[in-house]
Structure formats: C-alpha cells, structure tokens
C-alpha cells in the first residue's frame, strides 16, 4: 500500500497503468532534481526523498508481474483481486 501512496493513489480501486504513470510524471514535474536545483539545500533534499520514493512505486507498479507480486505479498490480496488492472 506504501507504494500506491508514494504516487498519491488509492489501492481500490485498483489505478491502471495509464493512472499510475500520470502519477509519477505529475511528481516527477514538482520533485525531479533538476527541476529543484534553486531551491534550498533543505527543499531540495526532501523533493529528491519524494522523486526516489515515487521513481521506485513506479519501478514497481508499472510491472505487471512486480505489481501483481506486491499486491500479493503486501496487502494480502487473493490472486484474482491482484489480477486486476
């Protein structure tokens, strides 16, 4: 569930690849390093925390199989329900 938060959507129901890749481009956009360089040493360290957080949920959630490994392994879906787009 911790991934699906990082990209700022809910886990039911269950966000399609379209969803979950606007997702992180949205956060990608505000948070990326090179978009923050001329913010403050203490802003910059936390929107790189969030890109990192969010590049790995997507890293994750855009795999089909990582995807359906996850929902299996960390919100104790049945295999049907992890299934789902």
């Known amino acids: 569930m911790k991934l699906y938060k990082a990209l700022g959507l809910a886990h039911s129901p269950p966000p399609t690849p379209a969803a979950i890749k606007e997702a992180f481009v949205s956060i990608s956009l505000i948070s ?18 969030r890109f990192l957080k969010a590049k790995n949920a997507y890293e994750i959630l855009k795999d089909k199989d990582k995807r359906r490994e996850y929902d299996l392994r960390f919100n104790n879906l049945s295999p049907a329900a992890a299934a789902a787009p």
């Open 32 to 49: 990326h390093p090179d978009r923050v360089k001329d913010l403050p040493a203490t802003e910059q360290k936390a929107a790189l925390q």
